[in-house]
């Protein structure tokens, strides 16, 4: 098992983030650096199964608790901007380049989940940043929010846009395993908090992602929960059936819950990714 190492990075405006590192063995050059971009009211830390996975492959991975998340700063799911999470991403897509330069060169490929997968198809579809490829989990592009709550967010980002919330989510429905269920209710890194903002920005970008499918140019993976309850998965339908099929691939895992990486059985999940991976990165 690799060891992870974790520091503190300080984005521009002077809010500390946790970022991760599991690193590869000494002197291994890696196939590629894997971007990990966590969901609402969660953290980096989840990932680790994930991070060893990937490692195992032979892919240096990074991830990131995001402002208002985890064990880095920010009030509980709040903003200070509409586009905070995605310029956040930028900086650390910045950094994370500034060590993939020389002999160690290789290919970045971004993983979001849900709202972090949201979070990566919104810097991509707005190309703030170059990758190499994308990996989108669940995505939240459609976070099926109805006409009532939509006025709602509308009134409050207008007059308490920091105000929040419970986001609402039953965390039952998260994945099929109980221990999975177990450990992210006990687990005090997870919050339930979503203020206006987060709820507009959310609400508002999963459409414009859908929107710019069929323009799609980067290399992606889709992978979505055919039973997900936690964002529809119409969004991620959307969005395959129109995108070009020589640049997405997408994969609808029947009678799955949201997490598809943490599912009792996610041997599918991982199959598909690693076979993915095997494409866009091949083993050195």
């Not at 919330?165 to 109980?178: E, K, R, T, V, W």
């Amino acid at each position: 098992m690799n060891e992870t190492t974790q520091a503190p990075f300080t984005m521009r405006d002077g809010l500390n983030i946790a970022l991760f590192d599991w690193p590869l063995p000494s002197r291994q050059r890696p196939r590629g650096v894997v971007l990990i971009v966590h969901g609402l009211g969660e953290h980096a830390w989840r990932y680790d199964t994930m991070a060893q996975h990937l490692t195992e492959w032979g892919f240096h991975v990074r991830a990131y608790d995001q402002r208002g998340h985890g064990g880095s700063g920010g009030a509980r799911g709040v903003l200070p901007g509409d586009d905070a999470l995605v310029d956040d991403l930028v900086e650390i897509i910045e950094d994370t380049r500034d060590h993939l330069t020389g002999p160690w060169a290789c290919p970045l490929i971004l993983l979001g989940h849900s709202m972090g997968g949201l979070i990566a198809a919104t810097l991509v579809r707005r190309e703030l940043a170059p990758v190499d490829s994308l990996v989108l989990s669940s995505p939240a592009l459609d976070a099926g929010i109805g006409a009532l709550q939509k006025r709602l967010i509308t009134f409050l980002n207008r007059w308490a846009p920091n105000l929040t919330l419970s986001n609402g989510l039953d965390a039952q429905l998260i994945s099929h395993d109980p221990d999975v269920v177990a450990a992210y209710q006990k687990d005090p890194l997870v919050h339930d908090r979503i203020s206006a903002r987060l709820a507009k920005f959310i609400d508002g970008n999963g459409p414009r992602v859908v929107a710019e499918a069929p323009v799609w140019r980067v290399p992606t993976l889709l992978m979505y929960a055919g039973e997900d309850h936690l964002v529809r998965p119409d969004g991620s339908r959307a969005f395959a059936a129109v995108a070009p099929p020589a640049f997405v691939q997408s994969h609808c895992l029947q009678e799955q819950f949201h997490e598809i990486f943490n599912e009792a059985d996610p041997s599918q999940a991982y199959g598909l990714l690693k076979q993915w991976l095997g494409q866009r990165a091949p083993a050195r």
